[in-house]
């Protein structure tokens, strides 16, 4: 086959073309390896919680967890960037006993303390591991469920308040814990996460094993629902901007099922525009999931016989396998800017792994100033050993298919001259 003179602009244009579209499905996105970062005996049971770099760990007794006088729990903070493991120790230890939920804020950790597990007059404790300042923070009288902090404002989740409501309702303080204001919503709220003024949430108003997902504007006091629970159940959700993930399941009867035969999705609702996607639809049961700008993560049992976890970049719209589950019961992964944290069972001790997303097109812009800081320095616990890597590779065929035709194109072209 010869070309002419005429046709060359228009074969040109359509190698360019074919470049650069193969171009632009090359991913940037690489994992690393899994790292152990914390290892627990069998017994002891871990909660964890990361953000800007740094997380907050907390193990215990479960054995012993309804003996206020014989159990026992400790604290660590732990900062990625360095490796370093701090187990934080304070004058009066038997505040941070039993399982209480955690939050963390850049480089401060927040715990709810409440000596006796079943009194109901609880407050919370913070540390600035920067500053090592401990701060005691009054809080509604309830049994704690719930906790979530982003800068000055803390989300607190309660049930059995004094005033006869053993219902769990939602308290807000924006201003780093000296007041609170109490929302009365119907029924249940649970699992609350925020960001900026959003704060969404777990809500069962329609009746048990239906829950449905709201968010509240703080700022306006304004409450919203996603999704239409006549069509499934809406639960687990986590946000970052304006996105909104959430598990939804179509089948009303799944928690009658086994694990192997749910079919749960990830979807998530733009909140600016009401508008909804499927991320993923794995004909499985999905244990948890959350998100951080353009990577959502979650854990599914696709393959019916073990779980995985897995990663979808927003920015490529491709899905990543990130690592394999050992607990038959699947995991809770968090993701924090470029870390995946998740929690697994290794030769009968629980751990909690990292996995480090490197993406070039990835931009921090968070100005908080706390990234990554480590204001410890308290004795360093020895670290557990990293595992070999695994990493999630671009389309490098398509990148030969081009080079390819552009090499028949220019022989083409070197012919008719």
Not at 178 to 191: S, T
């Amino acid at each position: 086959m010869k070309f002419t003179t005429s046709q060359l602009p228009g074969i040109l244009s359509l190698i360019l073309l074919l470049l650069s579209l193969c171009t632009f499905t090359v991913s940037a996105l690489e994992l690393s390896g899994e790292k152990t970062i914390f290892a627990a005996d069998g017994a002891e049971y871990l909660n964890y919680v990361i953000d800007s770099g740094n997380m907050f760990i907390s193990e215990f007794d479960i054995n012993k967890y309804f003996d206020k006088n014989d159990r026992w729990s400790r604290l660590y903070f732990y900062n990625i960037s360095t490796d370093k493991l701090t187990e934080l120790t304070f004058e009066d230890m038997s505040d941070a006993k039993g399982h209480h939920p955690l939050a963390i804020s850049g480089n401060t950790v927040y715990w709810v303390v409440n000596p006796d597990l079943r009194s109901y007059d609880p407050d919370i404790r913070s540390y600035d591991t920067a500053s090592k300042s401990l701060r005691k923070l009054s809080v509604p009288q309830s049994y704690p469920d719930g906790l979530a902090v982003e800068g000055k404002t803390i989300v607190y989740t309660g049930r059995n308040f004094p005033d006869g409501d053993e219902e769990p309702d939602i308290c807000i303080s924006t201003d780093a814990g000296a007041n609170f204001k109490r929302y009365r919503l119907p029924v249940h709220q649970v699992n609350a996460k925020i960001n900026g003024n959003i704060v969404v949430f777990d809500d069962s108003r329609y009746g048990l094993m239906r829950e449905s997902v709201h968010y509240l504007d703080i700022n306006t006091g304004e409450f919203h629902q996603i999704g239409d629970e006549t069509k499934g159940i809406y639960y687990y959700p986590d946000i970052s901007g304006s996105n909104v993930v959430y598990i939804f399941d179509p089948d009303f009867d799944s928690y009658l099922k086994d694990r192997y035969n749910v079919n749960q999705e990830v979807h998530m609702t733009d909140i600016s525009t009401n508008t909804t996607s499927v991320i993923a639809s794995p004909n499985a049961q999905i244990t948890s999931l959350a998100i951080d700008k353009d990577h959502i993560v979650w854990c599914d049992n696709r393959n019916k016989s073990n779980y995985k976890l897995y990663l979808y970049n927003l920015k490529d719209n491709k899905e990543y396998s990130v690592a394999e589950i050992n607990d038959i019961n699947g995991a809770d992964v968090r993701i924090s800017k470029n870390t995946i944290v998740w929690a697994d069972g290794v030769d009968n001790k629980g751990v909690i792994k990292i996995v480090t997303i490197r993406d070039e097109n990835y931009v921090d812009d968070d100005i908080s100033g706390n990234s990554g800081s480590d204001g410890t320095d308290d004795t360093e616990s020895p670290q557990p050993q990293q595992t070999s890597p695994q990493t999630a590779s671009g389309e490098t065929v398509c990148i030969i298919a081009s080079v390819g035709i552009a090499l028949i194109a220019w022989a083409g072209y070197r012919r008719i001259n």
